[in-house]
């Protein structure tokens, strides 16, 4: 009897479980039915801009967006790609009177946020305003906000303005306790990448190259905020340097910002520059919605046969097919290579938005990139991150655009092999014996250290990665392999730095990279096509539930520790290949 309630229990659960999963196919289909539908605008309308969730590249294929359930894809987030579309349309748009800027974080990367910046201060040109406010002005978003027509924020709000800095955590003390040596093998003295895994404190050459595109950034902050707000760029510097901002009182003293005031005072100056009145509410519309409107003021000839594609390369470079937010290399080659044999495509604009990752999976999308520029224009256009092997795959295309604070470079190659003997033998108890048939048939064992010979062997190897690297870059930027080696070293460098010494030709953002392809393949009236395809939002379902609850469990969990728990876990992964990688995360402060 016991036996047959287990097998109905069993049972039972087994039909709960598909009921679930059902019950989110089904809302998926419905969700994503209705998504279709287009969305009028109101005459008189705000564009509400609030940016509190990262900024991808693209708009994700979620219709589950917005929607909590089981704590799955809850997170709503409209891409670069529709943010830059929808500024420009709303340019034009008649029933849009303004923008309002609210209540933002702006984790996205300063490239990112560059964008967005400029399609502001393009849109201003219409004639139209832009409002900010903010509780609470990071730095990142008060970059963005300051290209506003008024500044304000909240009476009892907080104003960060102190400066940039960067961090690094270094685990060798932990590993040390762990009995865990991290063998390292690298060509370049700015490749930085392991340091956290042998040092304890930054070296002096990656203090140097921290201390220059830092200082660089920073100084791209300054000089924009400088010309928004008619302010001298010294003294900003000063008034973050002395603790000036303290206080909101401060902020507006310093013409910072233009005032202070509570969230219904904003409403009801946007209900004066909209010409409502004042009982009634703020017309609004918010990006996700305002990206399904029906107008369309894009210069795209929908009738035109003639294309120019853009290929997303966002992510860490891996082998494999990837996804949109990781770089796997057959995804993307075989992404470029249709595009290559597809006659109707005219160029190519390949958007790099990458730290690096695997050398030879960057070497296989190189190779593809170089291929299509013997037929055709191929432009790369970098967002955040196009370092190391993001640059890699960048250095063969006809023509480079960056932004002033993207984070490129980092010419360079290492790999590393733990040395576990320590915890293995003298913290577990552990040990290993076998028989080989050569050498060198177990070079890579992590159970004990490595021998001379044998790391002479990963050295050439590492060696003949940077030697090809470099030139594959001298190559494409048309520069001598001695002039990248000096430049290389895996020191990495601001898009700013990098126009001074030839890695990169122009200072521009997407749009800017498509018009110059357009230009190259002589074509006017164009339609703009978006590769790799989107997953569709079952494939997802099927393929990612698992790994997104881990993430967001573990991310609960761990909070800010959780970029320690993926430093870690990206040793096990640089373990597999040599790496062509930025040196850490790089996170702006």
């Known amino acids: 009897m016991k036996q047959f309630f287990k097998f109905v229990l069993a049972s039972m659960l087994g039909v709960l479980l598909i009921g679930v999963i059902l019950v989110v196919v089904v809302v998926g289909i419905v969700v994503s039915a209705s998504s279709d539908k287009t969305v009028d605008v109101e005459a008189n309308s705000v564009l509400h801009m609030a940016f509190t969730n990262p900024i991808t590249e693209r708009t994700p294929n979620n219709p589950l967006a917005g929607l909590s359930f089981l704590g799955l ?119 930085s990448a392991v340091e956290p895994f042998f040092l304890t404190k930054m070296s002096d050459p990656n203090r140097l190259q921290v201390t220059s595109y830092l200082g660089s950034l920073y100084d791209q902050f300054l000089t924009g905020i400088s010309k928004s707000r008619g302010i001298n760029k010294d003294s900003l510097f000063n008034y973050a340097n002395s603790g000036r901002v303290q206080f909101p009182e401060d902020a507006v003293k310093l013409k910072l910002i233009d005032g202070l005031k509570y969230k219904d005072e904003i409403l009801d100056e946007l209900k004066q520059r909209t010409g409502i009145g004042k009982t009634a509410n703020v017309v609004s519309v918010d990006l996700d919605d305002y990206t399904k409107n029906k107008a369309d003021n894009t210069d795209d000839d929908a009738s035109s046969k003639k294309q120019i594609a853009i290929v997303y390369a966002n992510g860490e470079i891996s082998g494999g097919e990837g996804d949109d937010n990781s770089i796997g290399s057959e995804r993307i080659s075989k992404a470029i290579r249709k595009v290559r044999l597809d006659n109707k495509v005219k160029a190519v604009v390949l958007r790099v938005n990458s730290p690096g990752g695997s050398s030879l999976a960057s070497d296989v999308i190189w190779r593809e990139v170089a291929l299509t520029k013997k037929v055709k224009p191929i432009i790369v256009s970098m967002g955040d991150y196009a370092a190391s092997g993001g640059y890699y795959i960048s250095c063969a295309a006809d023509s480079i655009f960056a932004e002033p604070n993207t984070i490129t470079g980092s010419i ?103 018009a110059c392809a357009a230009k190259k393949a002589k074509v006017k ?65």
């Open 73 to 191: 894809n809850s997170d709503k987030s409209t891409g670069l790609n529709d943010i830059l579309a929808n500024i420009k349309k709303a340019k034009t748009d008649s029933n849009i009177k303004g923008i309002f800027l609210d209540e933002s974080y702006m984790t996205s990367g300063q490239a990112t946020t560059e964008e967005i910046r400029n399609a502001l201060i393009d849109f201003k040109k219409s004639g139209k305003f832009v409002i900010a406010y903010s509780e609470v002005y990071t730095q990142g978003f008060y970059y963005l906000a300051s290209v506003a027509d008024k500044v304000y924020m909240n009476p009892k709000g907080i104003f960060e303005f102190t400066g940039f800095s960067q961090q690094v955590t270094f685990l060798k003390g932990a590993l040390d306790k762990l009995g865990v040596e991290v063998q390292v093998i690298k060509v370049g003295t700015y490749k």
């Open 412 to 514: 360079g190659i290492f790999a590393i092999l733990p040395n576990m003997q320590k915890l293995f033998n003298d913290k577990l108890g552990v040990t290993f014996d076998g028989v080989k048939t050569g050498k060198y048939a177990d070079l890579g064992n992590v159970s004990r250290p490595l021998s001379p010979e044998e790391r002479a062997i990963l050295q050439n190897n590492v060696n003949h990665g940077y030697d090809e690297f470099t030139k594959a870059v001298a190559a494409g930027r048309g520069k001598t392999q001695e002039y990248i080696n000096s430049i290389g070293q895996g020191r990495v460098w601001t898009g700013s730095q990098a126009i001074k010494i030839g890695l990169v030709d122009r200072l521009g953002n997407i749009n800017d990279a498509i």
């Open 525 to 589: 009236n164009y339609n703009i096509v978006a590769y790799p395809e989107q997953k569709s939002f079952l494939k997802q379902l099927d393929g990612d539930v698992t790994n997104q609850m881990k993430v967001k469990m573990m991310r609960s969990e761990l909070g800010d520790n959780y970029r320690v728990y993926e430093q870690l876990k990206g040793l096990t992964q640089m373990m597999r290949t040599p790496q062509a990688r930025l040196p850490y995360d790089i996170v702006i402060k």
